[in-house]
């Protein structure tokens, strides 16, 4: 087993012990990729400012999410198919999130159902929202959601239609893989996972199945998802779902200060700057570009949080730093899911945490609450660059 000790050498054996289908799914963007790629590379223009002879003995990463306690600012983002990276894999990076004392936001394309993660936790999780034509069905989910004790509702406006994610074409993305000759080459070389797939009766979507009517065929889900996705979501039946929600409501997907201001108006608890980690508009900026200009839109009126190119502690302290009071990680824990499995998902978590901690020390802070962009070094055109 190879040491470990960053975000990095987990995607590294995670590549290894994942099909490539679930890998290029979970590690790829849309169209061109440059959103994608800009939603990383973008935190390498902002730089960390240095100072010494502090005290920084006791250091504090505690904070609050929604008015949830956490460990650090940091959520486990909804990851559709969690459960193809790793058996049970929903379930298995939510233990991971309780034990670690952070937020797990499970999807509502997940393989494990609600009812299956709340089984297995004996603490509430988040769960995300997308919204079907089918109106009932969105209903239902709400309520299972409410019934499984869910502490909050992750609405993600963003895919209304799907943007193209060729990998995902290429390869024939469905779950359960067809057992295609190419398909069947490539599990022959992932003993591991094919092993822990017979283990499981966990194979389709969890949520939909035997919950939706109408279904023609989950098993695609580019088709699905253009099939049953609503492109009318407008601001209305955000209003309504706001109505059946009776906990907090988390906007996710806001890439506008103009829409920041209407998920205001539409009793939005917290919004999550997040362009779906470059899977919907290939060209749009950067979640990190775009958070200043949210937060100067919004004042101190909203919870404002970010998702989208996270790849280390330095990087959650950089967006807290900014003006963020929470943070997202997708990619950065599947790779420990694929690579480990529960294990793997608590060592993305500290090493994450240990990277913020320890870069909290060399900027002279102890509290992570006393983090601002007094702290950072920005180009001087980091925000003004776009207009």
């Known amino acids: 087993m190879p040491v470990i000790t960053n975000i990095d050498d987990l995607k590294r054996l995670y590549r290894r012990r994942v099909p ?43 904070s609050r999410m929604v008015g949830q306690s956490v460990a650090m600012p940091v959520a486990l983002a909804p990851v559709g198919l969690a459960g193809m990276q790793h ?7 939510a233990r991971a ?103 499981t009766r966990r194979r389709g979507f969890g949520n939909i199945l035997g919950h939706v009517q109408g279904v023609s065929d989950l098993s695609d889900l580019a088709a699905w998802t253009a099939e049953q996705f609503d492109p009318r979501l407008d601001w209305t039946r955000v209003r309504r779902i706001r109505d059946l929600w009776q906990g907090p409501l988390i906007l996710k997907g806001i890439m506008d200060p103009d829409d920041a201001l209407h998920a205001l108006d539409a009793g939005a608890d917290a919004i999550v700057v997040s362009n779906h980690g470059g899977r919907q508009l290939d060209g749009a900026l950067s979640s990190i570009r775009m958070l ?66 320890v870069t909290m020390g060399f900027c002279g802070e102890r509290d992570i609450i006393q983090l601002g962009r007094h702290n950072l070094l920005l180009p001087q055109d980091f925000v003004s660059r776009w207009s």
Request: net charge neutral; with cysteine; charged share 25%.
């Open 20 to 62: 490539r289908m679930f890998y290029d799914y979970a590690d790829s963007g849309s169209w061109t990729e440059q959103t994608f790629g800009d939603n990383t590379t973008d935190f390498t223009e902002i730089k960390l400012r240095q100072r010494v002879a502090v005290d920084i003995a006791n250091r504090r990463t505690a």
């Open 292 to 357: 200043p200009r949210i937060l100067d839109a919004l004042g101190d009126k909203l919870e404002v949080h970010l998702d989208s190119g996270i790849r280390s502690g330095q990087d959650v302290l950089k967006a807290l730093a900014l003006g963020a009071a929470g943070t997202y990680i997708g990619r950065a824990y599947i790779y420990g899911l694929g690579a480990l499995g529960e294990a793997g998902v608590s060592r993305a978590l500290e090493i994450i945490h240990k990277e913020l901690d």
């Open 97 to 199: 999130a309780q034990r670690f004392g952070v937020p797990f936001t499970l999807s509502t394309m997940s393989i494990c159902s609600i009812e299956d993660v709340a089984d297995a936790l004996d603490a509430p999780f988040w769960f995300q929202l997308y919204v079907m034509r089918d109106q009932g069905f969105v209903e239902r989910l709400i309520a299972r959601a409410a019934a499984a004790g869910c502490s909050a509702l992750v609405l993600t406006l963003d895919l209304q239609v799907l943007g193209q994610r060729h990998k995902d074409l290429k390869n024939g993305l469905s779950a359960p893989p067809k057992l295609r000759a190419p398909v069947l080459l490539d599990l022959a070389r992932r003993w591991r996972w094919v092993l822990g797939m017979l283990g």
């Open 87 to 93: 058996a049970d894999g929903e379930i298995k990076a």
